[in-house]
């Protein structure tokens, strides 16, 4: 049998910034700032410069934030993820912002969570209908899949390619739990007369807001209308962590 004690466990280190260390960091963060500069600084003036899709747009106060991250040596979700929570939450007037591995996933746990014992009567069952957009985002539709409900699509409006909202009375059976709908690359559909249908109907609203963050409906920002909104921030959406997303409620 070997010997335990060669097993033993080495005690981590606790951290301790010095005022040496704390020099060495922001030497480390004004060099990114230098070498932006030499290597070209996008600087973006909104409104008049041209933003292409697909692409982004880093400045040296993104490279910064990047290494001074990496410089706590803390990989997975620390103080700058429990700071964007309480922020994105704050925007959007909620209560609470989970940070996600995806927007999909954001998805995903929202949906899930009106699955929850705790919603009692009110709780989504399998079985139960959700009424959803044909025309849309598949990971906008497999967590009514996956929790093993039925969704009830409607066609779309060919101005805006949002939900035809004069259809949603006509999806309507008394099997229906929720709406769950996004806005459509960007373009806000229209959340007076779905909120409206939903709070007549006691229906769950979830609105994937995945490429629509800043977006607002009548002064508004989307995603403070229903029980949950969902955010992604994959490269290609309006901000970007790399990767990620947000399930706010």
Known sequence: MANIKNFAVTPVKKEIYTDNLEQIRNKI???????MVER????????????PASSKVLDSSDLKALVESS??????????????????????????????VSGSAAN?????????????ERRIRPGDEVITVAAGFPT???????NNCIPVFLDVSLEDYNIKVED????????????????????????????????????????DCCDAFGAKFDGNHVGSYG????MSFY??????????GSSIH
């Open 29 to 35: 963060l004004d060099l990114c700032e230098d070498y």
């Open 40 to 51: 070209g600084d996008q600087y973006i003036i909104p409104g008049q410069d041209f933003i």
């Open 71 to 100: 410089l706590d040596l803390w990989l997975t979700s620390g103080r700058f993820s429990e700071k964007f929570e309480k922020e994105l939450a704050k925007k959007f007037g909620s209560k609470k912002s989970i940070l996600t």
């Open 108 to 120: 995903l746990l929202a949906f899930s969570s009106l699955t929850s014992p705790m919603l009692k």
């Open 140 to 146: 906008t539709v497999f967590p009514i899949v996956q």
């Open 168 to 207: 949603l009375e006509k999806a309507l059976s008394p099997k229906t739990k929720a709406v769950m709908i996004a806005h459509t690359v960007g373009n806000p559909f229209n959340l007076e007369k779905v909120s409206a249908f939903c709070k007549k109907n006691n229906l769950f609203l979830v609105e």
């Open 227 to 230: 029980d949950f909104a969902t």
């Open 235 to 244: 490269p290609a959406h309006h901000i970007t962590a790399g990767e990620g």
